[in-house]
């Protein structure tokens, strides 16, 4: 079946430095791909999202490429903030309905 | 952007007792809303799937008789946790999916639940 796979956490980084957080998934046909965040507390909120292979979201400085060679779509920010420390959600849906298949998640824990 | 509220957003109740947790669209209609159960340090899973004016969808391995769904309008989905035990203490989310302008799914705040 489908799945999604992310790195496991939690990750410590020093204010301004590069992130990657990895994502692979298994699909059986072409989802749509997405990256959830999750403050401490609180729900999800979409923080981007592709629809296609070769598509780039991106927003609030974080960008992930949807690369079906790979079948990755990795989540990247070239400088992060103590503000965005939370736990990171990637997931895939056939927009069926909307059914998410989600990552375990990634905690980011960024240090000022 | 569409916005999903959820209600309790914390509770408490002692073991043997029934806990409703109301999720609403509070902007748009929503005819499926997805509730999904988190452990601690863990990812989301589907519980069920909840449609309006019709029996909700439940994932393999979710027991019907205990978590009771029921969509009853466009706005509203609710989930009862009956007859709680300490073991269904968790964050329970809901979801409602948004076909208009974009197709999105919009997440509500979550209910953090504790049976004492």
């Known amino acids: 079946g489908d799945s999604v796979t992310q790195m496991e956490g939690p990750v410590t980084l020093s204010e301004e430095a590069f992130l990657t957080i990895n994502c692979t998934y298994t699909?059986?046909?072409?989802?749509?791909l997405f990256w959830y965040v999750q403050y401490p507390g609180e729900g999800l909120q979409l923080l981007l999202k592709a629809t296609k292979a070769d598509d780039k979201g991106s927003n609030k400085g974080f960008e992930a490429t949807y690369r079906k060679e790979t079948t990755s779509f990795h989540l990247e920010k070239g400088s992060v903030q103590v503000s965005d420390s939370a736990v990171y959600f990637c997931?895939?849906?056939?927009?069926?309905?909307?059914?998410?298949?989600f990552g375990q998640g990634t905690e980011l824990s960024v240090k000022p | 952007g569409a916005v999903v509220s959820q209600h309790p957003s914390r509770v408490i109740c002692k073991s043997g007792t029934s806990v409703k947790i109301e999720c609403r669209s509070l902007d748009f209609q929503a005819t499926t809303m997805f509730w999904y159960r988190q452990f601690p340090k863990q990812s989301l899973m589907l519980m069920a799937t909840?449609?309006?004016?019709?029996?909700?969808?439940?994932e393999q391995g979710v027991e019907k008789d205990k978590f009771l769904i029921n969509h009853a309008s466009l706005t509203l989905s609710t989930l009862t946790v009956t007859s709680a035990h300490p073991e269904d203490s968790s964050f329970y989310i809901c979801?409602?999916?948004?076909?208009?302008?974009?197709?999105?799914?919009?997440f509500g705040q979550g209910t953090r639940l504790t049976v004492v």
């Open positions: 909840s449609n309006e004016g019709s029996k909700a969808t439940y």
């Open positions: 979801s409602a999916f948004w076909t208009g302008r974009i197709t999105e799914a919009f």
């Open positions: 699909a059986t046909g072409y989802p749509s």
């Open positions: 997931a895939l849906t056939y927009n069926q309905g909307g059914k998410l298949i």
